[in-house]
C-alpha cells in the first residue's frame, strides 16, 4: 500500500457499532464490563485503553513501518516515557542542538534521577562512537534538528550504537513519516511531536512513541498506563484527521520550502541560511539520501538581535509565535523562544545567535509568504 492509502486506512476501520466511517471520539472514562473479569470488548478503564486512542497508535504504527505505537499527551511526555527505558545508573549520548525541552527534560530532570547524559554533535558518528560507555543504553538523535538544521546520518549512527547494545531513537517531528522513515536506516525506536505535522492545524498537543521491539513496547504502555500522561481522545481524533493529509500537506510544505529558502538564500540582508534542501548545506547528499524531501523548515540568520526583531515584529501574514508545522506560516526566534532553556554559551557553540530566525513554512500561496518576508528584510537597516 502507497503511504496515502495506509494514512487513510490504517487503524480507521468503520466504527464495528454504528459502521460510523470515521472513527468516533470515544469520551468515556470507564467500559462496562458483562462479569468480575469479562470485559465487553477488551476495553476496561480510558487511561488503559481507549478505541480512538487505539486507532491513531495503529495508524502511525504503520505510517513509521513499526509494529507499536503509544500515544501521548505531550511530544515531551512521549520522550519522557521512552527514557524510562533507561535506569539509574545508566548511560545516553544525545545530539548537541536538540530542541530546547529535551536538552531540559534530560540536562535538569532526568539527569536527578542518576542517568547521565552526554551531548555531542551526531552529525559525525565518530563523536558519538567516542561517547559511548559500557554503560551506554542508548542514543537520542534529532535530524535535522531544531533549528540550525544539522543532518545526523541515521546508519552510521545506528551501526556503532547497536555494536554496544544501545538502542538508537530518532526525533522525527522535523520531517514526518511522509520524508524520513529513520525505522528504514536501523533507528530502533522513533519519537514524535504530533503537535506538529502530524496533526497539522496547530490545535492539539500531542506526542507519540513508535517501536518494533517487543519487550521494550511492552515497558512503553506499562508506563503509559502506570504514569497516565495519555492522548485525550479528542486530540487522538484530531491527529488521526491530520495523517489523512499528511502527503498532500508535505510535498507542499516542502514546495514552499524551497521556494522560501532559495528566496532568502539570495536575499542581501540575510547572512546565513540553515536549510538541508540548499546545495551550500554541507550535509545536502546526505539529506537526499535519507529524506524524500526537506521540508518546510527553514532557518536564517540576519546578523543581529536588532535586526531578528525588525523581521520577526514586521511580518503580517507570518505569525510569531512558537510551534511548527502547521498549516499557517510561523515564525520564531530560537535564542529567546524555543531554546532560551539552553545556555547562552552552549546556544552560541551550535549557531543558534541573536539574529537568528526559523520559519516554519505553511500552507499559504507560496508568493504571499515571500512577499511579507521581502517586506519584513527590507525594514533591516
Ligand atoms: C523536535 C521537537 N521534539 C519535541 C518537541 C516537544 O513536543 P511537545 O511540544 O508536543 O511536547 C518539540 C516541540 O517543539 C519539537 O520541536
New binding site residues.
Given amino acids: 500500500m502507497g503511504f496515502s492509502t495506509t494514512a487513510i486506512h490504517a487503524g480507521n476501520e468503520p466504527d464495528p457499532t454504528t459502521g460510523a466511517v470515521t472513527v468516533p471520539i470515544y469520551q468515556t472514562s470507564t467500559f462496562a464490563q458483562d462479569g468480575l473479569g469479562k470485559p465487553r470488548q477488551g476495553y476496561e478503564y480510558a487511561r488503559t485503553q481507549n478505541p480512538t486512542r487505539i486507532a491513531l497508535e495503529r495508524n502511525l504504527a504503520a505510517l513509521e513501518g513499526a509494529r507499536f505505537g503509544y500515544a501521548f499527551a505531550?511530544?515531551?511526555a512521549a520522550?519522557d516515557a521512552t527514557l524510562r527505558l533507561v535506569k539509574g545508573g545508566e548511560h545516553v549520548v544525545v545530539s548537541d542542538n536538540t530542541?530546547g525541552?529535551?536538552f531540559r527534560l534530560f540536562s535538569r530532570i532526568l539527569s536527578q534521577y542518576n542517568i547521565e547524559f552526554t551531548f555531542v554533535d551526531t552529525s559525525d558518528a565518530s563523536n558519538v562512537e567516542a561517547a559511548l560507555k559500557e554503560n551506554t543504553r542508548m542514543v537520542f538523535i534529532?535530524t535535522p534538528t531544531?533549528p540550525v538544521m544539522i543532518v545526523s546520518d541515521m546508519r552510521a549512527v545506528s551501526e556503532v550504537a547497536h555494536r554496544v547494545g544501545a538502542r538508537v531513537v530518532c526525533?522525527n517531528?522535523?520531517m514526518s513519516p511522509y520524508l524520513q522513515r529513520p525505522m528504514e536506516f536501523g533507528v530502533d525506536i522513533v519519537v514524535h511531536?504530533t503537535?506538529?505535522y502530524l496533526n497539522g492545524h496547530s490545535d492539539g498537543?500531542?506526542?507519540v512513541v513508535l517501536l518494533n521491539d517487543e519487550r521494550d513496547a511492552e515497558w512503553i504502555q506499562f508506563v503509559q498506563n502506570s504514569v497516565g500522561a495519555i492522548l485525550s481522545p479528542f486530540d487522538a481524533f484530531l491527529v488521526l484527521r491530520g495523517t489523512k493529509t499528511l502527503a498532500l500537506r508535505m510535498e507542499q510544505h516542502d514546495r514552499s520550502g524551497r521556494a522560501v529558502a532559495a528566496f532568502l538564500e539570495e536575499h542581501p540582508k540575510v547572512q546565513k541560511i540553515y536549510y538541508p534542501g540548499s546545495v551550500s548545506h554541507r550535509q545536502h547528499e546526505l539529506a537526499k539520501r535519507q529524506q524524500k524531501g526537506f521540508g518546510g523548515m527553514v532557518a536564517f540568520d540576519v546578523g543581529s538581535l536588532e535586526a531578528a526583531r525588525t523581521v520577526l515584529e514586521s511580518v503580517k501574514l507570518c505569525t510569531l509565535a512558537e510551534?511548527?508545522g502547521g498549516v499557517e506560516t510561523l515564525i520564531s526566534h530560537p535564542a529567546t523562544m524555543?531554546h532560551a532553556s539552553v545556555l547562552p554559551e552552549t546556544r552560541a557553540g551550535i549557531g543558534i545567535t541573536d539574529g537568528l530566525v526559523r520559519i516554519s513554512v505553511g500552507l499559504e500561496d507560496t508568493d504571499d509568504i515571500i512577499a511579507d518576508l521581502d517586506q519584513a528584510l527590507d525594514k533591516v537597516k
Fill in positions: 505531550s511530544g515531551m520522550i530542541y525541552g529535551t534529532e531544531n526525533d517531528t522535523f511531536s503537535t506538529k498537543v500531542g506526542g510551534s511548527l524555543t
